[in-house]
């Protein structure tokens, strides 16, 4: 009787699905290389501490098993308060409003998206909901938190850290003016001071992407309008000839801390249209084309 028991005990045990073997993250900093949108237009991420736009907002998709972790290595999680840029550094933090009915969340931004093209951000369902975001797009603005952005760059591996050690030494030597080693002057074969190099190696990369609370701010919904803008001229002359061949108007705009021209199309009263006007833009070549709202 006890052999048979055992032996069942055991059959269970075989039978039992083994234990799911647990997401280790990986987190880091990293801005990353061009990649394409499922509608083939190319995106070009780039590093811009003082990033302030528009645009629109969706919900992420669900989460797929091959692909546990976002692009800075945190582990995905559909109640986390992140979601995904198509450029901006990761890990950024940033306000996002909710321009339609005023409410406010602060989310860290750690992967690449959304793969639609004229979709500014995607969120995760927790955002969504506290967002007060239906099942189509949202109209936002993004803030990024330079300061604290900054911070993350300069403690989390892979970025960028000053190399104070590389500066040539008689530049960083220092000289006792007073006490038993006065007569040492610099250049003099004095000892200089060594410099202590920080490194993001010595940080707690997880403490430091800890889960953001849960929380939201409700502001003033604001009346705004769709335009598509393409933000690819240096020179206004140029602008101003492209918006007039087009029947757009001419707006000045910012690339970090870059002076820019842009061409705008509409208003347009729906997304709808205005995907479809980023459409035309985009098959005209004018890749640096993206759906605003003011």
Known sequence: ??????FCCLGVAACSPPAPNKVKPAPHYVVGQAWQQSDGIWVYPREDFSYQATGLAVRQPPIKKAAPLTTDGEVRS????????????????VTVTNLENGREVRLRINDRGPSQSGRILGVTPKVADLLGMGAGPARVS????????????????????????TAPLEQVQQTQLTGPQAHMAAGQGGASTPV???SGATADASQL???LPATWRQ????????WVETTDFTSRYTAAREAAREGATVVAA??????????RHGPFATISEAD???????????????????
């Open 219 to 226: 502001g003033m919904p604001r009346q705004t309008h769709l």
């Open 196 to 198: 202590q190099e920080t």
């Open 254 to 263: 910012f690339v970090g801390q870059e002076k820019m021209w842009a061409v």
């Open 142 to 165: 993004i803030v990024v938190d330079e300061l604290a952005s900054r911070h993350l760059a300069e403690l989390l591996p892979g970025g960028p850290v000053l190399q104070i050690n």
């Open 78 to 93: 559909a109640l986390s308060m992140t979601a995904s840029h198509p450029t901006l550094q990761l890990p950024a933090l």
């Open 276 to 294: 479809a006007a980023l459409k035309r833009s985009l098959a005209a070549g004018l890749t640096g084309s993206h759906i605003v709202v003011e």
């Open 1 to 6: 009787m006890k052999k048979a028991v055992l």
């Open 209 to 211: 992407l800890a889960d």
